[in-house]
């Protein structure tokens, strides 16, 4: 059963936050200037839906760890390109957050156990990607040998795996995916080798989100750390009033 409580997170933990994306009205007050310009420039409604809704999970989050109200949390955005769109990053000390939505899925990890990535995959019939684009050659020959059945499922864990290790080593898409091999769909999850940080430790587990989706954590830390699920859609239900 996932827990709706939002409270100080203890050191040394992940908490996982899903929700399913919806309008939440009033909410503008929370939001940083940045990010309600990114807001407002979605032109599809569930677009716009998905990243309020992460905004505002991180916000009622991180504003009860630090006691301070969602629109006091001090976040700033920082990417590689310079402009203010990547992942939420608190300027005070305090936990790690990535954010991550796919079709109706919203994730956003919170963790005092250091740097974290998560990512959620919808498994829709096409990926638009080839195996390629996310397998090394050795994982894609390994892949080959799956079942049909169970084809689409696999492929999808694997890129969420992938996905949140790149996120957490702070590298997104900079990287080729298949510069990080992780362990087989059918096993544990697991990171077999990283070409461009051979030495980092990375801890990677998979997440028990809805049928149709495959979602990871993975976290900087040699050490198994706890990770929670937490019911965000409660959450927003306590916290956003329908009037906002």
């Known amino acids: 059963m996932l827990s709706a409580m939002s409270t ?5 933990e992940c908490h996982v936050w899903s929700a399913s994306p919806r309008p939440l009205p009033g909410v503008e007050r929370w939001l940083a200037p940045e990010e309600g310009e990114r807001r407002a420039a979605y032109r599809r409604d569930a677009d716009r839906d998905r990243f309020t809704v992460g905004c505002v999970v991180t916000r009622v989050v991180l504003a009860a760890h630090l006691g301070v109200s969602p629109g006091e949390v001090p976040l700033r955005r ?9 992942r939420p990053r608190l300027t005070v000390p305090g936990p790690c957050v990535s954010v991550s939505h796919s079709g109706g899925l919203v994730l956003v990890a919170v963790s005092t156990a250091g740097e974290v990535g998560v990512d959620v995959q919808e498994c829709t019939p096409d990926p638009g990607v080839p195996v390629e684009a996310v397998m090394s050659a050795r994982e894609a020959a390994g892949f080959r040998m799956t079942p049909p059945r169970a084809r689409t499922a696999g492929f999808y864990t694997v890129w969420a795996r992938k996905e949140a290790v790149l996120k957490a080593t702070g590298d997104g898409l900079t990287v080729p995916m298949p510069h990080a ?3 087989r769909p059918d096993r544990a999850a ?3 080798r990283l070409a461009h940080r051979p030495d980092l430790p990375v801890g990677l587990w998979d997440l028990p989100v809805p049928p149709g989706y495959a979602g990871a954590v993975a976290l900087l830390r040699p050490t198994p750390v706890p990770v929670e ?3 965000a859609d409660a959450l927003l239900d306590r916290y956003v009033t329908p009037a906002g």
């Open 181 to 183: 091999e992780v362990t």
């Open 8 to 12: 100080p997170i203890p050191l040394g």
């Open 229 to 231: 699920m937490r019911d």
């Open 78 to 86: 920082d990417c590689r390109c310079g402009r203010p769109h990547g």
């Open 190 to 192: 697991g990171v077999l």
